[in-house]
């Protein structure tokens, strides 16, 4: 078993606490290989950012378990090297069995979602505890899930949203022992969240529930999937280099940042860096169409990707500064 101490690793047990005080939320942004890895390190070390590195079961299994310990290491170590180290956490995304959750607390993870929504209360909160009680041993954080999300995104699939029922968080929260939820307020997985038509304005979050939850469990972390605001000036760029994404919508920047100012401590990003180094790369291949160097056009993914969580970081999420 390898520690996530032993990579300089941390859980979110204190950010969680020091973000909900500060008013602003932690950034959580995926990753499934070595450019995006650099961008996001290199952009939280250049805001000052303290930050939850997600790796869903589909990327665990991509980029390799054993090589997934020594990124994140290596991930801890290229800040030192930047010239300011950042806490950063090493977080399973939508785990979907204790087997899974375990395997990822041994290899090194210091944080496990276990996502239970799609199963009765009593069998969410059954498989949770179960996680719950594991991770706990060696000091991993663990977040569960109450509602669903629609949209789709590597192993997550709805065709419907069920919005979290207020009523049922402090049941689940004192059964399960949880350290953080992930509460569905109209939020949604991946690049198409909202059936909108061109011009139209998606619909806005459910404040009302988030603020009826705060009002049950007081002081309690709380955490925002599938939020990312699918920028139209990144997807008209893929469209303009032969793209073919019609009809995208994602969550208003505004509401984010209203949400990272109450109990939301913890927002999931994603979707938004796909597109970016999708448009980055498209550009490449369509103005330099003798290049074959993956240098020559992941590295402008990496560069574009890196801007774009910059300006999450500092005017979304709020947490600059922080680390």
């Known amino acids: 078993m390898i520690h996530y101490k ?104 210091s944080s496990v979602m276990i996502d239970g929504s799609h199963h009765s209360f009593d069998d969410n909160a059954k498989l949770t505890k179960q996680v719950v009680e594991y991770a706990h041993q060696y000091d991993v954080t663990v ?34 022992g949880v350290d953080s939820l992930a509460i569905s307020i109209g939020t949604s997985h991946g690049a198409f969240k909202f059936k909108v038509k061109p011009g139209e304005t998606p619909p806005p979050l459910r404040f009302d529930i988030l603020e009826e939850v705060e009002r049950r469990i007081p002081g309690f972390p709380i955490v925002l999937h599938g939020a990312s605001s699918v920028p139209q000036n990144i997807v008209d760029e ?36 796909r597109l970016a180094m999708t448009a980055a790369i498209r550009k490449v291949f369509s103005t330099k169409p003798d290049e074959f160097d993956p240098r020559k056009y992941l590295g402008p993914a990496r560069d574009s990707l890196k801007e774009l969580y910059k300006h999450k970081i500092i005017n979304v999420l709020g947490s600059a500064n922080q680390a």
């Open 143 to 176: 977040e569960g899930e109450l509602g669903v999300l629609a949209g789709i995104e590597d192993e997550v699939s709805a065709e419907r949203s069920h919005y979290t029922k207020p009523e049922e968080v402090e049941e689940f929260v004192k059964r399960t």
């Open 6 to 109: 032993e990579l300089g690793l941390v859980n979110s047990r204190e950010l969680f606490q020091k973000a909900m005080k500060g008013s602003y939320a932690i950034p959580a942004f995926n990753f499934n290989n070595m450019e995006q890895l650099q961008a996001i390190i290199a952009a939280c070390v250049e805001t000052k950012s303290p930050v939850i590195l997600q790796v869903s079961k589909g990327a665990r299994q991509y980029a390799n378990q054993t090589l997934l310990q020594y990124m994140a290491k290596g991930a801890v170590e290229f800040a030192k090297e930047m010239g300011h180290p950042i806490p950063i956490v090493l977080h399973l995304d939508h785990g979907d069995s204790f087997e899974l959750a375990k395997s990822c607390i041994e290899t090194g993870f």
């Open 238 to 273: 893929i469209n303009k280099y032969g793209g073919k994404m019609l009809n995208t919508a994602g969550v208003s920047e505004d509401q984010l940042r209203r949400a990272a100012s109450s109990a939301v401590c913890k927002v999931n990003i994603d979707s938004d860096g």
